[in-house]
């Protein structure tokens, strides 16, 4: 069985607005279209986490294979989302977690973290990192992380986790800024659709 997917999407993203940074088309796709088409192609479980008040989300993956989770209390912040939707994956030895708003992440850098998942058993962690060695995502999640992870409160995510796992953290290097880089403010995304050529 492939890893079970969570993808993070249940976000206000309030710098945005009106827009919302996770509906803005990149070649002519939503970002959370292209990102859960993404997941799908390498995991038969992709999980959706959304907010109640944002049908468009919804929408938005209405035709892919990935499956929407409503989160009512996503008002909380990213760790609502994260308990809801380790609590409603399939069981597995590990499940990765995706944020929805990283618009340079591609397939291979799923894969690439995924098979790092395979070839370094001794880790908890997995995650991937930009080509100077930063830590950002994806990222993998053990099983014996679990429980840690359903006590996590708040927005602060799992840097906790992360954090207590020490050095059982893998880290896979991706291409440039993809593990990093996301678009808060309208400016981002049109300074970095000029600077890459990447038509809305």
Known sequence: MTLPILILAAGAASRMAPRDKLLEPIQGIPLLTRIADMACRV???????????????????????ARPLTVRG??????ASLRAGLE???QAPAFMLLLADLPEL???DLRAVIASHATHPQALVWRGATEDGKPGHPVIFA??????I???????GARAVVAAAGDRVHLTPLPGQHARLDLDTPE????WR????TPS
């Open 143 to 148: 099983a014996p992380l679990y429980e840690k």
């Open 188 to 191: 981002a995304w049109a300074a």
């Open 88 to 90: 409603a994956l399939p």
């Open 194 to 197: 000029k600077a890459t050529n």
């Open 106 to 108: 591609t397939e291979q």
């Open 74 to 79: 996503a008002a909380e912040g990213m760790n």
């Open 43 to 65: 995991s038969d479980f992709v999980l959706v986490a959304l907010p109640p008040d944002r049908p468009a989300r919804r929408a938005a993956i209405d035709h892919t294979a």
């Open 150 to 156: 359903m006590q996590l409160q708040g927005d602060d």
